[in-house]
């Protein structure tokens, strides 16, 4: 076995919105009698995008590492989208209703590779665990999938006040299970946090580019395995 541990990212690598952004903001929008239009919602939608993930990859954020500012940044992402559609002062209710539209764990599901993947892995005595800059609700959401009980452990950037890409978040993972860093690897989707993050505690690292992610302008690091699908992983966790 080439790795004993495998830390997985969460969203876009083994979870997936029901409804996207998007469409749910059109669904609480409906409720208030407000109808916007596919193109008006593209175009909301890619400006808070680009804000997002802007500040993600700012050097030096904290905002991950707390479920208050975590909080905070979701409710000014949907307040740009909201400026877009024209509604330029939304109400606390307003976008308390969309949060919690986003936060539901039924707001979620896994790809469909996700629990034969990891139930595969466990049978050939790897360990498994989730690493992921997402709030305390990450393990709600994971334990209502049905996933949680496939794992060793959860670690969510808001309950342990670390985030992606420090390198300590990296060890308290493989702390977790007593397993050194070397004999570990992070499987994630986003080049800066989880392939760089992981690799600079001397994990190894496999970058996940779902199909509906082909298009992510990111260099990808030499040697850095990609795939399209955990039905790819085995073979680099098990290989020799």
């Known amino acids: 076995m080439r790795y004993r541990l495998v830390c997985l ?50 050097s030096g954020s904290d905002t991950w590492g707390n479920d208050e500012r975590i909080d905070a940044t979701w409710r000014h ?19 308390d209703a969309i949060l919690a539209a986003q936060y539901a764990p039924d707001s979620w599901e896994l790809y469909p590779d996700v629990l034969p993947v990891v139930r595969a892995l466990r049978t050939a005595g790897a360990r498994l665990g989730v690493v992921s800059d997402w709030g305390s609700n990450l393990v709600d959401i994971l334990e209502a999938l049905g996933l949680a009980s496939e794992l060793d452990f959860v670690l969510a950037s808001g309950a ?49 580019r779902r199909p509906e992610w082909q298009d992510r302008e990111e260099v990808v690091p030499k040697g850095v395995p990609v795939i399209a699908s955990l039905e790819e992983l085995p073979e680099i966790v098990l290989g020799d």
């Open 160 to 208: 342990v006040g670390l985030s992606k890409p420090d390198p300590a978040y990296f060890r308290l993972a493989a702390s977790r299970v007593g397993i050194a860093p070397k004999e570990s690897v992070m499987v994630g989707d986003t080049v800066r946090a989880d392939i760089e993050g992981a690799r600079s505690t001397g994990m190894g690292a496999v970058l996940i």
């Open 77 to 95: 992402y949907h307040t740009l989208m909201l400026g877009e559609l024209g509604i330029r002062e939304p109400t606390a209710e307003l976008i």
């Open 9 to 58: 990212d969460a969203g876009f690598t083994l979870l997936v919105p029901r409804r996207t952004l998007a469409e749910a903001l059109r669904g609480v929008l409906a409720t208030l009698g407000r109808e916007v239009t596919d193109d008006e919602l593209h175009q909301a939608w890619q400006v808070a995008d680009r804000w997002f993930w802007e500040d993600y990859r700012k």
